[in-house]
């Protein structure tokens, strides 16, 4: 086998592997087909690009599942960790990044490494000579590389709806209503506690704003976005399978009308500085920085598929809004995944082309973090492949393990669907309990049995890290 890692795909999963194998001593060949083939979400030719939300979510590495991957990230020299805290921006206890410094600095780092090659122009099938590839087209792929997939997998593409956020300019928000507050003031990472614009609701807005939102006109999906099976895109859509973690704000609120003050729109840990007695809002809509500098916010879990004439007329009802200007309107797009535990290896290797690997957000793995955390696991794994050596997989009860085993077998291949990391796919701790005084066992819940999980990750993390070491030291 060559020594030459050919990588399909410049977003995060492929610039994570890219790094990580290349940091092997592996020569690599990173693949990306922009600009020259465009995507209906990406605006640059840069590396990892973010196209939807800018925040990479809890950074509690003690009592969060994804702030423990991130750390676990970190430890491993993840090139999108060190450039996503290098261009953070305030998010109370998430990691959020200001996405123009955060590609620039992952591009600069992959483009500076004499490892790296980076190649522009799309690919549309595996060349007999690449003997060892990783496909990280992620959730745009286009549709000429789609059809070799689905030709490689035997299997029928699957597909759900990813969606973008509308960002405001914050100079247009008026701030004689909407304040700045973390939730319960919560401030840690980059945040000082004061991290998000609060745009206040009473009772009587929350109705009038769902009415409007609910009956607002709301564009068609392209041809080429629904799957095949009604004869109109209007019979089409109603089947469309979207991913709860990036749900429609309009498919939310059409679940009940209180459906977003218990979701995105919550008032719990806020009180409004502008009214007597600091009193709690009825709901409130929130905006979070989506740049270094401050000027621009995204409204936060208002992803939406609606026109843009009524995004605009909607959200201007907001409270705080009524004068909003925006930067960048909401929008969805498809996102493709194939069924990896059914055409993949515990290796990420595809069953019946084993010199082919999968990485990212298209084995069904969702959230930025997640998808390059499989691309880290990847680009590792391609490494010693062409090193001539083997690979030992994380341990399940870390998050880089029990991520990778569900996607390679862990989930059932008959109801798979895209997941973020969550501690209900680590293997239970074996004595989740505290001694009493009188001798007896109290059950840990809430963030003491979260402990639990992350304490032993990080034992065995470092138990992993250390064997692999002294396993290549003696080879």
């Known amino acids: 086998m060559t020594k030459t890692i050919h990588i399909i795909g410049a977003g995060l999963a492929g610039s994570e592997a890219a790094w990580q194998a290349a940091n092997m001593g592996v020569q690599v060949v990173l693949h990306e087909m922009r600009p020259h083939v465009e995507t209906p979400a990406h605006e640059t030719d840069q590396c990892a690009e973010l196209v939807c939300s800018n925040s990479f979510r809890s950074d509690d590495a003690d ?65 007999d000579d690449w003997d060892n590839v990783i496909i990280a087209t992620g959730p745009l792929t286009s549709d000429a590389m789609a059809k070799t997939i689905a030709d490689l997998t035997g299997e029928k593409e699957l597909a759900f709806f990813d969606a973008i956020a509308p960002i405001v300019h914050a100079e247009s928000i008026n701030m004689d209503i909407a304040w700045f507050q973390s939730r319960y003031d919560k401030a840690e990472g980059a945040g000082t506690g004061k991290d998000y614009i609060n745009c206040p609701m009473t009772k009587a807005q929350y109705e009038t704003f769902i009415h409007e939102l609910t009956n607002a006109e709301y564009g068609l999906f392209k041809e080429w976005e629904l799957p095949s099976g009604a004869p109109t895109l209007e019979e089409r859509e109603i089947d469309t399978p979207y991913f709860d973690g990036c749900m429609p704000i309009e498919i939310m609120a059409a679940r009940g009308p209180e459906t977003l003050r218990f ?7 806020l009180t409004n500085p502008h009214k007597p007695d600091n009193e709690q809002p009825y709901a409130v809509v929130q905006l979070r920085q989506d740049n270094a500098l401050g000027t621009l916010f995204n409204i936060v879990g208002f992803q939406t598929k609606m026109k843009w004439g009524e995004q605009t007329r909607v959200f201007k009802m907001i409270p705080g809004l009524e004068n909003a200007e925006f930067a960048r309107l909401g929008g969805l797009h498809r ?15 595809l069953k019946s082309r084993p010199h082919i690997r999968f990485a990212g957000q298209i084995t069904g793995c969702e959230g930025y973090i997640e998808s390059a955390s499989i691309g880290l696991i990847a680009g590792r794994m391609a490494a010693r492949d062409a090193l001539g050596a083997s690979f030992k997989k994380p341990p399940l009860t870390t998050a880089l393990g029990a991520l990778l085993n569900h996607v390679t077998g862990g989930a059932n ?12 796919l680590f293997p239970v701790p074996e004595n989740p309990y505290q001694i009493m005084p009188n001798g007896k066992r109290k059950k840990l819940r809430g963030k003491d049995r979260k402990k639990c999980y992350t304490d032993r990750a990080r034992i065995d993390l470092a138990h992993w890290i250390r064997n692999n070491r002294q396993e290549e030291e003696a080879a």
């Open 63 to 127: 009592h969060n599942a994804v702030g423990l991957i991130h750390q676990e990230m970190r430890t491993l020299n993840s090139i999108i960790m060190q450039e996503g805290d290098k261009a953070a921006v305030p998010a109370g206890g998430a990691l959020a990044v200001d996405r123009d410094i955060f590609s620039a600095g992952v591009t600069k780092a992959l483009t500076d490494h004499p490892l790296i090659t980076i190649e522009h122009g799309e690919i549309t099938a595996i060349p």
């Open 413 to 424: 291949a008959e109801t798979f669907q895209p997941m973020n990391v969550n501690f209900g």
């Open 335 to 349: 996102n493709t995944f194939i069924n990896s535990p059914k055409v993949l290896d515990e290796n990420l290797r």
């Open 263 to 269: 979701g995105p729109m919550k008032p719990v840990g």
